[in-house]
């Protein structure tokens, strides 16, 4: 689960998968919205491997 208003760090080795992980994640979320009103706010989304 993912707390609303939080940062949330995704930690793992080198090539471990986080990135694919976190992008399916955001994906998910996102198909929860498709089609409904809602809030607009900021994402960030670095990636530093």
Known sequence: MLPVGETVLLVADPKAGKF????????????????????R???IFP???
């Open 20 to 39: 694919l992980l976190a992008y399916d994640a955001a994906f998910a979320i996102a198909k929860l919205f498709i089609g409904k009103g809602f809030h």
């Open 41 to 43: 706010s900021t994402s």
């Open 47 to 49: 990636s530093s491997e």
